[in-house]
């Protein structure tokens, strides 16, 4: 199919005029944290590889723009800006199997990225792009780790710590999966080494706490309690050997002690503190060295891993009895656990900013000053990691030899660089003052995102990590909030043929064959009709041909009804008197309002663009009837609040059409449609919640949930967790707890 129009001279063109009006560029002053009028609209920055975009970056922007652009409509100054996560030993691997230095590299890999990103026509603030690598944005990361270290929450540290072999690094826990590294998939080894780390484990119990408040998805939160992993149990002694248990009650039952291998108490004994029995202490697999005391009581009666482990070695079983509450609630000390770790972010490698500390004699770590941040990191040849436990930095006498800020004799510069998650942990804060070289931001824009649309594999670093960077900065009056994102969405996975996509599988799908052959609202609207944003799905190219005819069809609606030089005036409102706009009376039109803006509400792009095509359809079946007295089609007045609520979908080609209907500001800046109550009461219903067939409640829905809505909010409201549930389209949904019989 081709398109009745010059897609690609129509895209360039309102590319190029809404940049020239600086239509995506809000004055700072309106961005400040108090504002109701400002929406700060958040999507997590890309990391410039070297393959360039994704179509699942597409997918996941394209559908935070739309909805970005639906609140520019409702009323909102729209701030949505974008960057670039340039540091980092993703881009350094690349560079190194290339032979590029990682900076000319990034250089290379930003401005592809950037023709790519604007190319796809999302209403980008490019005034305020940032790039991590750059000495102007990493000065100011430099300047918040010198913060945290004059507040005690940055050490440096010996410590068993993760290596990956192949990266030549140390690595945060958080960047292991199932003890491989993420990046390379190798899996790593454990080492003792000194570290610097960030005081994560200060913040557990508000990192904790605090995500209650969160409008966040319910797995997200799971998530991150279980990576902080707070357990609340009892230290117990065993002569100089204490365990950390969740279980006291079973103390009687114990058999023997479990230690880490090369614990110096393996091998020895230590009698029981009540029965005064003498317990062997055994080194085991199973106990972590690094969590609650290291040491474990072992009770094989009670507990799966110390029954197996009791078995393979021949030790003895207790069936002592258990300890009533009041007994156990008296033995050893109360003691609280958290899984999670201080956050280590040293890494030995080239690519991330110098840590911002000298090693001085007399005396000791100091951070560098202010007026001499930032610590640029050098240009060097060779920038391979070096396996010795020390960074290439480390080679460079330079860099190396300095004065101490402190007492000005000789001292040495700390040569190992920071995380690239330290980079992100904060740059939403720094969009907004982009421009400013004197403060890291002002403290009258530092407002938190309204919005963020992030992915789920970021949820136990980066959301975690930015969580713990603001909660330090509002303790050191930096920020006026504890919480960076107040409302998370994650978008889901794009696959291809029910497979990831990715390089070494051979089937990534680039956006630019798609957007050269078919414009970029095409692929926007294919691949957000393929599937609902939150869940993901299978993208295939038989949705292209269909937007394609749906975009056709509507090009021809539009083109015959400016042809027909109707009466009526446009109406460009622009988007701030919004109230004032009269609500649209046409039935079809109004359901079509009520309709796709809840869809939109609800991160449905793939309802709304479903409930846009019926409402075409449906407007020209209308006048296609006997009763249509010669009209050929339907009229602007229709068509335009139809072509408004194209626009955070397809907004090229809603900018077209808008102006051929004699619209003359942009439909960006018009006042996005009202429904009339009654549309507006249609799109809603009433569905009954029973709990075993028994009528419970009446939830208010719209008509368009889904079944997962609407059982979450079944749930919600009953507080039943079902073991089979009922569903009724609209109607009723049963809970089946299998209780009732
Ligand atoms: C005796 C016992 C009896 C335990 C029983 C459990 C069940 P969470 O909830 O994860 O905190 N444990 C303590 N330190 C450990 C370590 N360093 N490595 C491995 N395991 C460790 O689990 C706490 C429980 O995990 C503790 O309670 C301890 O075993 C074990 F029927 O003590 B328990
Ligand atoms: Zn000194």
Redesign the pocket.
Known sequence: MRLPYDFAAIEEKWRRRWREDHQDEPPGELISPSSDRCFYNLVEFPYPSAEGLHVGHVFKYSGADAYGRYQGMRGHVVFQPIGFDAFGIHTENYALRTGENPSTLTAHTVAAFTRQLERGGMAWDWSRCVDTSDPRYYRWTQWILTRLFAAGLMYQAEAPVVWCPSCLTVLAREQTEGDRCERCDTPVTERQMRQWFLRTTAYADRLLDGLGQLDWPERAKRLQRSWIGKSSGREIDFGDLTVFTTRPETLLAVTFLAVAAGHPAAGGTRPHPITGVPLPVLAAPYVIETYGTGAVMGVPAHDERDRRFAEAMGLPFSDAALLDGAAAGSVGRAAVRYRMRDWLISRQRYWGPPIPIVH????GP?AVPDEELPVLLPLVDDVRPTGTGKSPLAGVRAFVETR?P????P?KRETDVSDTFVDSAWYYLRYASAERDDVPWDVARARRPDFYAGGPEHVQRHHLYARFFSMALYDLGLVPFEEPFPRIRLGGLLVKEGAKMSKSRGNVVSPDDYVARHGSDVLRCALLFTCPWESGGDFNDATIAGIERFFARIFGLVTAAAGRAEDQPSDDVPAQDARSEAPVADPVVSRAIASVSDAIERLRFNVAIARLMEAFEAVSAQVAGPEANGASGPTSAQLRPLVKLLAPLAPHLAEELWHLLGGTSSVHRTAWPTADSRARDDARTTIVVQVDGRVRHRIDTTRDADESDVVRQAMSVTGVRPSRVVYVPGRLVNLVTGSAR
């Open positions: 001085c004699g007399a005396c100091v101490c402190g007492c000005g004799g001292a």
